[in-house]
């Protein structure tokens, strides 16, 4: 902290000119594949962070060499909805600038990873021709929106989709440092003659995120956003959205303050007020968060500290719109749901099974080249899942069996064949880009499930969904908390186990083990999986069933988690 | 062996008998200082048997701290303002930047240091932690010290970082001023209150500052190493500094000599002596079918074959003088014809892609290993450009070795001293070395700018160069010239030379790599890039240095230099050929070329 009171990244987006800092300046300097430190905080607004091959940092270090730095691109794709032609520009940046893998996200957003400083104006540049942008993909501003990807409804559908696209143009950042930076635009004359009037001068206290949810699929996690609209359909219609404020799942290890939170049910709106309801949540965070601690300045603690009521008040005077009771809705899951589905207008859609979200050919499965020839001839679109998954969308009844024929091709057909368990399995990047892994969580995770499936088969459980989710760290990128095997990294090959979460999202998971390593985690669940299979009630989930036995309590709010766990 | 440290000491003179010790030795030359300390150091022996009085009171308090978070760097800077601000000299030091090297000078020191991943130390600390753990640590019995560990219970290897150190320091010999103490997550009050027992404790500890004196340089006395009797220098660190996908292996070494009395100066070069590879000693022995244990005469020595071969005879490096003898044993028309008058280049392009054994290899013949031994040259020892200050790192010296492997001919070969320094000498061994000095390759006076062209290992003085000058705050401004092949792999000690621009001690810094791009880019392009700025520079009496290959770099580098001044003087080719001539002559264009 400053002496201001003021987080660092305070200061450093205050003296920044607009994001600018002296990013121009980083990118040239030739002795460091590293950008100025203060410009590191700064790139992520353009949606590019530095990281290290964290493989290699320790040897690095001995061989007096910086660490092998390079940068994660992150490519906003509203709603998840990309063009074939927008895939195929990003299977060729990921092939000649990155290392050749796209990930895609739990955000529905695409990731590339590797690029090196000397590339990077090169690669923002192609991105950009291809259509889409980074702008925004992280910092502390609105992220990508979320919507649901998978149109059973598809003229409800089409119509939440216009609304994410239409809050995600809303919430951009008017900044015209971006095109400076990266796309060679002009420069004005002065940063600071730019408006930015929605976020103002130091944009908001921390990173906020949110959503389009359309029940009963949960897909989205919309309890883990900051802020969420969740579309009521009355008689086939778009009736308006009931709107959730307050969701986050980051913490750290040994804070309690810090805390995973389900977002509250604020009230209900008409489909015309989304946009005016969002700025004012946004604007009550912006004036109201913590600026200080980084790490108590999300939106969740914003409300648990000033209450709900209070920011009722704030939305209702800053947005003029007076939300009214919350309307009935129900999820039933969150998971994805995979294979072939017809839509109510007759199209067909694909949801393929991408193992943590990594598209690459490896292991017999060429998931790149076959994405690749997809959408050579694919006339429809792309579309992400949260659940790092990838719809092929919008396929007519006769273009189905040519894009099955490239699915056997590729190896990628018995994808979805895999285990229930494996196919509601999520893992965070992790290792080794992610600066923030305390253990393995993407290379690790298919492993340990490897195991778990023989377990989950010995007992018959090998077609009942369980989801499981593992990062690297406390911060949640895998939304581990509402996971109902829920796995967070403490140390190289320790991981916290908690339990018990609502399949749907909507409880939090219970700490259970401790530091656990693979054969305390596989010696825990085992004899649960045993209890659950010989005596679960008639569909009832392994959370709800952790939680009747006791075997963990329920958490009924975020402040409780740690709590919960200590008794 | 004398048993003054090489380094400054604590002054055990008061201001007086300082004064009188300097006029007594004024104006003596450094031969007379020698015997001069010499002679005191006897009569410091002749009192022997005092024992040495309980250890005074130190001077400066070392306030070290590894932290990933942040956490022990807040407690460690809070001590330290404290313990100045009651008016001790005190040094907060980050292990990241803090020299091993310094721990055996250090008489009090404070700790503060968490623990991270599976008990291992925080990154900053990994460095020092590892080598306080290692056999290389020295001992340590002027210290005295206090270690505070960070960690968290919930791990089973509970604050293990702080307590490696703790039972450490004092397995080398330093005592505890308090006990270890050992803080959970909630660490702000019993890390307060350690703080407050140190404090307490500093009383006693430390002279209160003073205005410093003058500090003296002990000086050693002892027998002279050179090339006839070399030191046998122990290896502290031999480390590969090229990364692992390097088409290169470059290793970083550092060699002791303590108690050698040997000295040297940033631009001096050490001398080593070493065995030639096993395996190419035994590929002889097999190839010419004879026996390793006949005995065979080296100068006036007899001695087994394969020690001749080993350690004795140059089997690596072909030469005129050996072709000339095969061509006889083998009776090869093609060898006689090389050698003839005439024949230099091919001769040159022989010499250039043949090793002995390829030329053994290639034309057959049988001889006795008499014959053979006969036909070698002596082993001559290798110059290695030293790569330290003496000031920076008292007792060591630290080199950088390209290591010579290649395969040609369908086989690998090696070079001698270069793989023996980087294959067969690991910490611990030792090394035979003497100090080659070179006076033709020195920095100038502290205020003059230095422009440093090295590429490859040609940077090696440079290291030293900057070492020396920010041991000394020097003045004068500082431009490095680096280049090798790739910026990711290649990029020698490039750490170390980010701090010194990080701190100020590097002004500017231009690299180039060949193969990181389309095009190769070399030392020189950057030099015809920055043709204003040398120019000015030089224009300000800068110094210019060269040092690393001499085939190609050398040349085009002097080329360059040429154009440069050319264009910028707007002067022909001639006149600023001249004038680069001149400047060379003044010692304002030093190489030191290989
Ligand atoms: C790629 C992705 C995980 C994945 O496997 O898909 C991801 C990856 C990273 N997250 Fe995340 N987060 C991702 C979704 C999430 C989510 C899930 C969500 O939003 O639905 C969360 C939990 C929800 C929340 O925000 O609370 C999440 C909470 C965090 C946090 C903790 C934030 C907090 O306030 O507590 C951090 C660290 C931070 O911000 O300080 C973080 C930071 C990071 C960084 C950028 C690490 C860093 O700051 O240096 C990771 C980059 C790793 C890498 O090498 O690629 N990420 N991150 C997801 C990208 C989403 C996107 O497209 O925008
Ligand atoms: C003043 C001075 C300073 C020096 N400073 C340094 C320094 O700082 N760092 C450093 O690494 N070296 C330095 N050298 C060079 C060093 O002294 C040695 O010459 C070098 O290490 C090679 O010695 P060696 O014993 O390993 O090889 P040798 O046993 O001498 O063998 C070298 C032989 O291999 C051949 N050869 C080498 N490479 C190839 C190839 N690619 N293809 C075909 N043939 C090849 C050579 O022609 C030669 O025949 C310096 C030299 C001098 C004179
Ligand atoms: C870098 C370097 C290059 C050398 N080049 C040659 C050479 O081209 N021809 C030669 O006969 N000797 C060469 N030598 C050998 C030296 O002339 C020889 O070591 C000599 O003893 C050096 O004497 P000095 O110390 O008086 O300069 C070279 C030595 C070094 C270190
Ligand atoms: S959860 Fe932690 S380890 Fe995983 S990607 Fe996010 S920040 Fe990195």
């Known amino acids: 902290m400053s002496a201001n009171g003021l987080s660092d990244v305070e200061r450093i987006k205050a003296a920044s000119r607009r994001l600018r800092g002296t990013l121009a300046k980083s990118l040239v300097d030739p002795v460091t594949g590293a950008l100025a430190e203060d410009d590191t905080q700064l790139s992520k607004f353009h949606g590019i962070y530095q990281q290290d091959d964290r493989d290699v940092r320790s040897e690095r270090k001995r061989q007096r060499l910086e660490p092998a730095y390079s940068f994660m691109i992150r490519a906003r794709v509203p709603g998840g909805v990309l063009t074939p032609v927008q895939w195929l520009n990003m299977d060729r940046i990921a092939n000649t600038y990155a290392n050749g893998t796209v990930r895609l996200t739990t955000r529905q957003a695409i990731q590339l990873h590797g690029v090196i400083k000397w590339r990077l104006k090169e690669t923002i540049a192609a991105i950009n021709e291809g259509l889409m942008d980074t702008l925004a993909a992280c910092g502390d501003v609105n992220r990508n929106v979320m919507a649901p990807p998978l149109p059973q409804l598809s003229a409800l559908h089409r119509e939440v989709h216009q609304h994410a696209e239409a809050l995600s143009a809303r919430l951009t950042p008017a900044t015209r440092a971006y095109h400076e930076i990266w796309l060679d635009g002009k420069k004005l004359d002065s940063g600071a003659a730019e408006k930015e009037p929605i976020y103002g001068d130091t944009y908001l206290p921390r990173k906020f995120k949110s959503t389009f949810a359309i029940p009963p699929q949960n897909d989205v996690d919309v309890y883990s956003q900051d802020l969420g609209f969740i579309a009521i359909s009355e008689a086939g219609r778009l009736a308006g959205f009931n709107v959730t404020v307050g ?33 004012a949540v946004v604007t009550t965070q912006r004036d109201f968060g913590d600026r200080g601690n980084r790490k108590h300045a999300r939106l969740k603690y914003t409300i648990e500290d000033r209450g709900i009521a209070w920011f009722r008040d704030q939305v209702t005077a800053r947005s003029g719109v007076v939300l009214q009771a919350p309307r009935p809705f129900r999820f039933v899951g969150n998971g994805d749901v995979y294979g072939w589905q017809q839509d109510d207008s007759g199209l067909w859609h694909y949801t393929l099974f991408v193992e943590n979200g990594r598209v690459a050919d490896a292991g017999g499965v060429d998931l790149l080249a076959g994405l690749r020839a997809i959408a050579g001839t694919h006339t429809g679109e792309f579309r992400l899942t949260p659940n790092q998954n990838l719809i092929i969308s919008n396929v007519s009844d006769d273009a189905r069996a040519p894009i099955d024929a490239l699915l056997a091709e ?3 057909g018995n994808t979805i064949r895999a285990s229930a368990l494996r196919l509601h399995s999520m893992a965070c990047v992790g290792m080794p880009t992610c600066g923030l ?59 916290n186990l908690y339990l018990g979460a609502g399949f749907a999202g909507e409880r939090l998971n219970s700490l259970h083990l401790e530091n656990a390593d693979e054969d305390d985690i596989v010696g825990a669940l085992s004899p649960l999986l045993q209890d659950y299979a010989s005596s679960r009630g008639d569909a009832e989930r392994f959370g709800d069933f952790l939680v009747r036995t006791g075997v963990v309590r329920e958490v009924r709010a975020g402040r409780e988690f740690h709590a919960a766990a200590r008794d | 062996m004398s048993t003054l440290a090489a380094d400054s000491i604590a002054l055990p003179l008061d201001a007086q008998q300082l004064g009188e010790l300097q006029r007594a030795v004024a104006g003596l030359a450094p031969a007379q200082l020698t015997w001069v300390s010499g002679y005191v150091a006897g009569l410091a022996a002749a009192d022997g048997g005092r024992t040495a009085p309980a250890a005074p009171p130190g001077e400066t308090l070392t306030v070290l701290y590894g932290s990933q978070t942040g956490n022990g760097q807040t407690i460690a800077e809070r001590l330290a303002e404290r313990a100045r601000d009651q008016g001790y000299a005190t040094n907060l030091v980050s292990l990241a930047d803090y020299k091993p090297a310094n721990l055996k000078r250090e008489t009090l020191l404070t700790l503060v240091v968490s623990t991270h991943g599976e008990g291992d130390p925080p990154d900053d600390a990994e460095l020092f932690h590892e080598f306080v753990l290692s056999d290389r640590a020295p001992k340590l019995a002027k210290l005295r010290y206090a270690v505070l560990a960070l960690g968290d219970s919930s791990y089973s290897n509970f604050c293990q970082t702080g307590r490696d150190f703790d039972t450490r320091l004092a397995e080398l010999g330093g005592e505890r001023v308090q006990p270890l103490v050992e803080c959970d997550l909630d660490y702000e009050d019993a890390a307060a209150a350690w703080a407050e027992n140190v404090l307490a404790e500093l009383p006693e500890l ?24 070399p030191f046998p220098a122990e290896v502290l660190a031999n480390q590969k500094i090229t990364a692992a996908d390097s088409s290169k292996d470059v290793r970083h070494i550092e060699l002791s000599l303590e108690g050698s009395g040997l000295r040297y100066e940033p631009g001096d070069s050490l001398a080593v002596i070493v065995h030639n590879p096993p395996q190419l000693v035994s590929e002889f022995l097999n190839e010419l079918g004879l026996d390793a244990e006949e005995a065979v005469t080296v100068g006036s020595e007899s001695l087994p074959l394969r020690q001749a071969l080993d350690e004795k005879l140059e089997i690596t490096a072909a030469n005129q003088g050996f072709l000339r003898a095969w061509a006889g044993f083998s009776g090869a028309n093609e060898l006689s014809k090389l050698v003839e008058p005439g024949n230099n280049a091919a001769l040159a392009r022989f010499l250039e892609t043949h090793q002995i054994i390829d030329v053994v290899r290639k034309y057959s013949a049988r001889i006795s290993a008499e014959t053979f ?37 369908g086989r690998p070969h090696w070079g001698a001293a270069s793989t023996h320094l980087a294959d067969r000498v690991a910490e611990g061994d ?22 440093m062209i090295g590429p490859g290992t040609g940077v090696a003085p440079f290291r030293a160069f900057i070492e020396e000058r920010v041991e000394r705050g020097a003045t004068g401004r500082n431009w ?109 264009y030093q190489r030191d070329v290989y």
Request: with cysteine.
């Open chain 1, 247 to 279: 969701g986050g799942m980051g913490m750290s290890h040994g804070e309690p303050d810090t805390y995973p939170r389900l977002a509250d049910v604020l009230g209900f709106c008409a489909p015309g007020d989304v946009l005016e309801v969002a700025e």
């Open chain 1, 410 to 412: 590729h190896g990628i």
């Open chain 1, 437 to 495: 892994a305390m253990a393995e969580s993407e290379r690790y995770l298919p492993a340990l499930v490897d195991r778990l499936e023989r377990l989950v088969k010995a007992n018959g459980l090998e077609a009942v969904p369980i989801t499981i989710r593992m990062t690297g760290c406390p911060n949640g990128c895998a939304r581990p908390y509402i996971a109902e095997i829920g796995l967070v990294g403490k140390g190289p090959g320790r991981y």
């Open chain 2, 206 to 229: 430390l002279k209160p500052a003073e205005s410093p004196l003058p500090r003296l340089r002990a000086v050693k006395n002892v027998a002279t190493f050179d090339k006839s009797n």
């Open chain 2, 373 to 409: 031994v006969g036909s070698l040259r002596k082993l001559s020892p290798r110059s290695y450009s030293i790569a330290s200050s003496p000031a920076a790192n008292p007792d060591e010296v630290h080199l950088t070795v390209a290591a010579v492997r290649y395969e040609a001919l």
């Open chain 2, 430 to 451: 030792s090394v035979r070395v003497f100090v080659e000095p070179n006076p033709r390759f020195r920095l100038p006076s502290d205020d003059t700018p230095i422009i």
């Open chain 2, 480 to 588: 490095l010239f680096f280049g090798d092949r790739t910026f990711r792999n290649d990029f020698l000690y490039q750490l170390e030379w980010l701090r010194h621009r990080k701190n100020g001690h590097l002004d500017r810094l231009d690299v180039a790599f060949s193969r990181d791009r389309g095009s190769k880019v070399y030392v020189q392009h950057r030099l015809r890039e920055n043709a204003r700025d040398i120019y000015g520079w030089l224009d300000e009496g800068a110094v210019i240095y060269v040092c690393g290959d001499a085939k190609h770099m050398a040349g085009d580098v002097h080329d360059a230099l040429i154009e440069i001044i050319a264009a910028q003087a707007g002067r022909n080719r001639d006149d600023a050929e001249r004038r680069l001539k001149e400047l060379r002559r003044a010692g304002r």
